[in-house]
């Protein structure tokens, strides 16, 4: 069985303190940034509609193996709060840089 949570892919920094980052190649990495942001709620999704799924057929007699289901809502569980807690370093991170002064 795979493991459907996949970290963000690894991205290639340069960090030199020369570097000059384009305006073409920083929209193309906010791009990507975002990709990999929309990529990992619908892996979230997709966990939480497994685990709805196995419960249901839990409740509705269909299955019996409650240990399956279990394994399903916590995985489900794991990954919405790593979201949260990415969402948050987001904010937090769009924060300390809204109040930056150029």
Known sequence: MS?????????DFD???TST???ES???SSGEFVKSL?????????LQNEADAHVGQLLSGNSQD???????VEKASLAFE???QVRNK?????QQVSGMQF
């Open 3 to 11: 493991n459907p949570i996949q970290g963000l892919p690894a991205a």
């Open 15 to 17: 960090y030199g303190v």
């Open 26 to 28: 920083g929209e193309q």
């Open 66 to 72: 409650v240990h399956s289901a279990m394994i399903a």
């Open 21 to 23: 980052i384009s305006r």
């Open 90 to 94: 987001i904010v937090q991170a769009y």
């Open 38 to 46: 929309q990529e990992a709620m619908s892996q979230v999704s997709q």
């Open 82 to 84: 790593m979201m949260v």
